[in-house]
């Protein structure tokens, strides 16, 4: 009994649908990655401190990147106890965390693929996923 999984990944959440034989599960993951933001008090995109120029653009990537790496810990968890994954979705996030399975040894030939998809119900989903590994010979 193979245990399969299908990740569609976007930057607001994650579809974790995992496939045996013929029986489905579909789990959602929030992301909590926060793409547009404000910080309290901030009115310009720069702060000037005597003759000196500061910008708060460093320190919202480094808090989106701290977030981003949260969320693929969360989504390495998940997979650790599967035999293959498949990744597709919209954004560039399906690349990133490709990257980040890459680099982690327990999981990096776990990966079989990862294609360009679009939005999908939950049904789309988990039809992609089925039609996905019924047409692979692994």
Same mark, same amino acid.
């Given at each position: 009994?193979? %245990?399969?999984?299908?990740?569609?990944?976007?930057?607001?959440?994650?579809?974790?649908?995992?496939?045996?034989?013929?029986?489905?599960?579909?789990?959602k993951i929030e992301s909590n990655i926060e793409t547009r933001e404000r910080v309290p008090g901030e009115s310009k995109k720069y702060g000037r401190f005597g003759g000196q120029y500061m910008t708060f653009?460093?320190? %919202?990537?480094?808090?989106?990147?701290?977030?981003? !790496?949260?969320?693929f810990k969360q989504l390495l968890?998940?997979?650790?106890?599967?035999?293959?994954?498949?990744?597709?979705g919209p954004?560039?996030?399906? !690349?990133?965390f490709k990257k980040e399975i890459k680099s982690n040894m327990l999981v990096k030939d776990k990966?079989?693929?990862?294609?360009?998809?679009?939005?999908?119900?939950?049904?789309?989903l988990i039809a992609w996923?089925?039609?996905?590994?019924n047409k692979t010979t692994l």
């Amino acid at each position: 009994m193979r %245990k399969n999984i299908g990740i569609w990944i976007d930057t607001k959440q994650a579809f974790i649908i995992k496939v045996t034989n013929n029986n489905h599960s579909i789990k959602k993951i929030e992301s909590n990655i926060e793409t547009r933001e404000r910080v309290p008090g901030e009115s310009k995109k720069y702060g000037r401190f005597g003759g000196q120029y500061m910008t708060f653009e460093k320190n %919202k990537l480094n808090r989106r990147n701290i977030q981003t !790496k949260k969320f693929f810990k969360q989504l390495l968890k998940e997979i650790i106890n599967c035999d293959n994954v498949v990744l597709f979705g919209p954004s560039k996030m399906k !690349k990133l965390f490709k990257k980040e399975i890459k680099s982690n040894m327990l999981v990096k030939d776990k990966l079989i693929g990862v294609y360009k998809s679009e939005l999908l119900t939950e049904n789309q989903l988990i039809a992609w996923v089925k039609d996905f590994y019924n047409k692979t010979t692994l």
